[in-house]
């Protein structure tokens, strides 16, 4: 899934930028490793949070593209950001902490919603969206 594979890159450089900061030394080659340990770790677990999001979330879209057709890629990515604001705000209050503690910086929220986003875009653009009314 596109939007949970960009996701975890995006809270992976996160991590080791916060790490750099604190003096950590992170070579490229860890950089890498990391990225690559993180896509195969992390993304199949936030990919669950993604999907359930995107489960409720495009259905809705699919609502809204009936009424304005023409702008069906816009809201199937406006619904994946949207999606993963409210999926990880609701996993932080369920869970009371922070659960993916780069989203604590504002950019990386964004980017994380960016990602959300490019999953609307693909699911527009794949036609799996004509599947659902869209």
Same mark, same amino acid.
Request: charge should be positive.
């Given at each position: ?68 057709? !023409?702008?069906?890629?816009? %809201?199937?990515? +406006?619904?994946?950001? @949207? #999606?993963?604001? /409210? *999926?990880?705000? $609701? ?10 503690? !780069?989203?604590?910086?504002? %950019?990386?929220? +964004?980017?994380?919603? @960016? #990602?959300?986003? /490019? *999953?609307?875009? $693909? ?12």
């Amino acid at each position: 899934m596109l939007a949970a594979a960009l996701g975890s890159v995006v809270q992976t450089q996160f991590n080791l930028a916060a790490l750099i900061a604190l003096g950590v030394d992170v070579p490229l080659v860890i950089r890498l490793r990391t990225t690559l340990a993180d896509l195969l770790g992390f993304t199949p677990l936030y990919g669950a949070v993604v999907a359930m999001a995107f489960l409720l979330a495009f259905p809705v879209a699919a609502l809204l593209v009936r009424l304005w057709p !023409a702008r069906d890629t816009e %809201l199937y990515m +406006l619904a994946g950001a @949207l #999606a993963i604001l /409210a *999926g990880l705000t $609701l996993m932080n209050t369920a869970l009371a902490i922070t659960a993916i503690a !780069a989203t604590r910086s504002t %950019l990386a929220l +964004l980017l994380m919603m @960016l #990602a959300g986003a /490019a *999953g609307g875009w $693909l699911f527009a653009r794949t036609g799996r969206a004509d599947a659902t009314g869209g």
